[in-house]
């Protein structure tokens, strides 16, 4: 007969998790019992999944109202436009929701009969006011939206999402069309100030030949002052001078008509004189000629006639020159009287012409005072010319610069352009969604937080039929961690059947795409691992308190966990919950496997898994040493489940 304690060595974890296994499995309904258990994750996770797969993608099955009572209104143009009709139409041919097109009655009644899930009404000024600002008397434009929580809290939610986008996109259209306008306005600008510019050139062009001729005329007026005040005083100085003229002139006159009388008689002497000479040369030569024969006559030679001729003529000599001479003088003589008469005759006519030119000369000494001081008004004029042309150039050019500047800066775009621009300034934001990694569906995104707790469910009913801790390992005296760990093998045997299964359901049936296959069926595994852990702990702990201890931790986790909103949503008092339970590891990791693939970020909730796996056989070691005592209460529960 063996003892107790060669018994106990027999029974190994293994044995003692495979002889609790044989119990669940004895007899039909046992095992029935045991499918039913690897099943309740598989009915929890995937039908919820599957009823919310893809909600948003069968919103055209939601029924919807939408009216119209807008009475249209002409725009800036003076074009009839009826927006509400426009919206109207283009709702119900967008086809995003079951559209149905009725009276405001109609569609208030039908919500609050959940015949329709919200309503959206335009009343009757809505063009108008929506219109108003192109003619400068800006009002709001309404849209009516009617909802009732009674009939689905989340289909008014959405439905004010749907307004608001109704609304954007009134707003985008009107304010592309204002701002086309805008534009429109901005190349008409363009267009004038480009033709002021030209303009502007040219008035700068002229303004500049205007400043030289300016300054040209003022230079001539300058030097016309100058010249004007010399010509005045030499003009006064002039006149100044022949004041006497006059009398002097005739003085002259009477002196030269003196001088040509005195040299009249003069002339008239020599003219005797010259005739005399002449014929005192006419007389000798007779004589010449008469002695000339008389000495022929006498017998005398030629030669001897020659020689005596000669020496007369040389006694002669004398008297000749003296002829020539008087000769000469004599015509001398007689053209200065003829030039002293005329002397005297233009004395004569100086001295009557003289108070004339004397009268002539003062009058212009007047008219050159005059020209004077109307030059030098002239230069003073020109001279404030001269500033204003130099502000006129300088006004003008600045004129043009800033009229060209001005052109740079004003947008002038083409039809594409200028409708690109409008459509940018209705809006200008646009969102680019940059997702680095991204669930695809709303049941998708759900999927880490249903995993979670549909693992968790599953470890929990688990323990309605699995005993926490083998009695008959416990009487045999086995040690305490293989009576634990044989006790929490059996129940994550099944958990890890429980995984498996609601995995391929998950993937196959539902058709949530995992980016990590393999990664998301360890760490789910774990997560099992973990979960039933710390269940069979609670139980081998505190027996039937333990099961109500699981469904508190199921509460605790449900609101903090973060499966639904983000975590830090949750209030303030919940955050230690959050950091301190294991299904927001567990949720974190199935994101990151699920969505993006495995990543180094995991690690610590594979970490944090681990130990609440450890802990949990820790806890159901000490359970087992502990209930290697008997006690009554052991023996005779006050509660049993």
Not at 40 to 61: C, E, H, M, Q, T
Not at 103 to 115: F, T
Not at 354 to 363: D, E, M
Not at 446 to 466: E, H, M, Q, Y
């Amino acid at each position: 007969m063996t003892t107790p304690h060669k018994r106990a060595g027999g029974l190994n974890a293994f044995r003692i998790a495979r002889n609790e296994l044989r119990r669940l499995s004895t007899g039909t309904l046992p095992k029935l019992a045991m499918f039913a258990l690897v099943l309740v994750p598989l009915l929890y996770a995937s039908f919820y999944l599957y009823a919310n797969y893809d909600p948003y993608g069968r919103l055209d099955k939601l029924p919807a109202a939408v009216f119209t009572e807008d009475a249209g209104a002409k725009d800036s143009n003076g074009a009839q436009r009826n927006v509400g009709r426009e919206v109207t139409d283009e709702l119900v041919k967008s086809g995003t929701f079951q559209w149905h097109e009725v009276s405001e009655k109609d569609a208030r009644d039908g919500v609050r009969d959940d015949k329709y899930s919200f309503a959206i009404g335009i009343p009757h000024d809505f063009s108008k006011a929506l219109l108003s600002s192109g003619n400068f008397e800006p009002q709001q434009a309404t849209i009516t939206l009617t909802t009732n929580d009674a009939n689905n809290y989340l289909a008014g939610t959405i439905a004010k999402q749907v307004a608001d986008q109704v609304r954007k996109t009134i707003a985008e259209k009107v304010g592309s069309e204002a701002a086309d306008k805008f534009l429109v306005g901005f190349s008409t600008i363009y267009g004038k100030i480009s033709e002021a510019t030209d303009g502007a050139t040219k008035l700068a062009d002229g303004a500049a030949k205007l400043q030289t001729g300016q300054h040209q005329l003022a230079d001539g007026a300058s030097q016309l002052a100058t010249g004007s005040t010399s010509l005045a005083t030499g003009l006064g100085t002039l006149r100044s001078s022949t004041a006497q003229l006059p009398s002097q002139t005739q003085k002259l006159a009477d002196g030269a008509g003196q001088v040509a009388d005195g040299n009249q008689k003069v002339a008239d002497a020599s003219s005797l004189a010259a005739s005399a000479s002449s014929d005192l040369q006419g007389r000798l030569d007779s004589y010449r000629s008469q002695l000339n024969t008389q000495l022929h006559d006498a017998g005398l030679s030629d030669s001897q006639v020659n020689d005596i001729l000669a020496r007369l003529d040389q006694l002669r000599s004398p008297v000749n020159e003296a002829n020539g001479k008087i000769q000469s003088a004599n015509g001398d003589l007689q053209k200065l009287a003829s030039g002293a008469r005329q002397v005297s005759d233009g004395a004569h006519q100086l001295a009557s012409a003289s108070p004339q030119l004397a009268s002539g000369i003062a009058q212009a000494s007047d008219g050159a005072n005059q020209l004077r001081d109307g030059a030098a008004k002239l230069n003073d004029g020109e001279k404030t010319a001269v500033t204003g042309t130099d502000q006129l150039a300088d006004g003008s050019a600045k004129l043009r610069d800033g009229l060209a500047e001005g052109l740079k800066q004003i947008p002038n775009p083409d039809d594409p352009t200028r409708t690109a621009t409008a459509n940018t300034i209705a809006d200008p934001v646009a969102v680019t969604s940059n997702g680095v990694a991204s669930a695809g569906t709303y049941g998708a995104g759900l999927a880490p937080f249903f995993i979670s707790l549909a693992t968790w469910i599953g470890a929990f009913v688990l323990f309605l039929l699995i005993r926490p801790l083998s009695t008959r390992a416990l009487t045999a005296g086995a040690a305490p961690l293989r009576v634990a760990l044989g006790g929490w093998l059996s129940s994550a045997v099944l958990g890890l059947a429980q995984v498996i299964v609601l995995f391929a359901a998950v993937t196959w049936l539902v058709g949530i795409h995992v980016a990590h296959p393999l990664g998301a069926i360890g760490f789910a595994c774990l997560v099992s691992l973990a979960f039933t852990s710390i269940v069979h702990a609670l139980n081998a702990l505190f027996g039937a308190v333990g099961k109500f201890l699981g469904l508190v931790l199921l509460v605790l986790q449900l609101v903090s966990a973060g499966g639904t909103f983000p975590w830090q949503t949750i209030p303030d008092a919940l955050y230690p919950l959050h950091l301190v339970l294991p299904m927001g590891y567990a949720i974190d990791g199935f994101r990151h496997l699920l969505y993006s693939g495995a990543s180094l970020q995991i690690l610590g909730d594979v970490g944090v898994l681990l130990a609440y796996l450890v802990g949990g056989i820790l806890l159901s070691t000490l359970a087992a040493r502990k209930h290697r005592v008997w006690s009554v209460s052991a023996l005779k529960p006050e509660l049993s489940l």
